[in-house]
T-cell receptor
Framework: AQSVTQLGSHVSVSEGALVLLRCNYS??????LFWYVQYPNQGLQLLLK??????LVKGINGFEAEFKKSETSFHLTKPSAHMSDAAEYFC?????????????FGTGTRLKVLA | EPEVTQTPSHQVTQMGQEVILRCVPI?????FYWYRQILGQKVEFLVS????????KSEIFDDQFSVERPDGSNFTLKIRSTKLEDSAMYFC???????????FGSGTRLTVV
């Protein structure tokens, strides 16, 4: 079965500093990988996705992630944190079963941006 | 940009009551899903639905739960005899025929009292 591990349930960075949120996956087949952001009391917004094309994926709001098969990782980065980036971030892997694509989510990382 | 619409945004119900959570998926999507997020926890898969039948369901999705596509546009999740532990945010999602990413709705926060 596929799984996702997000290291660090809470991450704090200073405004303007690099954001690095870690995600490792387990999959026996080439995965589809996603990062979602959830702002307080809101739904899940897709940041970016990897679907076996380019290994460096650029998303919205200046975020990007790199798929590294050898490390089974899909870490999310942003060069310079902004206060508005404070939110919870979820990594997910897509698992195809019975013709549909079930998502397995990580436990999430809450990003705090310090002024 | 097309959206998945969920109603209501908040619902409070008494324990033992039945609730129906409603979703309007994106019109040309064929796969529909429900996920649940208990407060402070991760998002969990409940059920997937395709061609008017359940494709897969999780262990959470027991006989208390059912899904239906009553017409060409709505997709509903019914929870019978709600329990306190059903309190959660419920997300609907839809996708086209490839796993290129769902579109999630903004969720329904269900509170069972």
């Amino acid at each position: 079965a596929q799984s996702v591990t997000q290291l660090g349930s809470h991450v704090s960075v200073s405004e303007g500093a690099l954001v690095l949120l870690r995600c490792n996956y387990s999959s026996s087949v080439p995965p589809y990988l996603f990062w979602y952001v959830q702002y307080p009391n809101q739904g899940l917004q897709l940041l970016l996705k990897y679907t076996s094309a380019a290994t460096l994926v650029k998303g919205i709001n200046g975020f990007e992630a790199e798929f590294k098969k050898s490390e089974t990782s899909f870490h999310l980065t942003k060069p310079s944190a902004h206060m508005s980036d404070a939110a919870e971030y979820f990594c997910a892997v897509s698992e195809k079963d019975s013709g549909t694509y079930k998502y397995i989510f990580g436990t999430g990382t809450r990003l705090k941006v310090l002024a | 940009e097309p959206e998945v619409t969920q109603t209501p945004s908040h619902q409070v119900t008494q324990m033992g009551q039945e609730v129906i959570l409603r979703c309007v998926p994106i019109s040309n999507h064929l796969y529909f899903y429900w996920y649940r997020q208990i407060l402070g926890q991760k998002v969990e898969f409940l059920v997937s639905f395709y061609n008017n039948e359940i494709s897969e369901k999780s262990e959470i999705f027991d006989d208390q739960f059912s899904v239906e596509r009553p017409d060409g546009s709505n997709f509903t999740l019914k929870i019978r005899s709600t329990k306190l532990e059903d309190s959660a945010m419920y997300f609907c999602a839809s996708s086209p025929p490839r796993a290129n990413g769902y579109t999630f709705g903004s969720g329904t926060r269900l509170t069972v009292v």
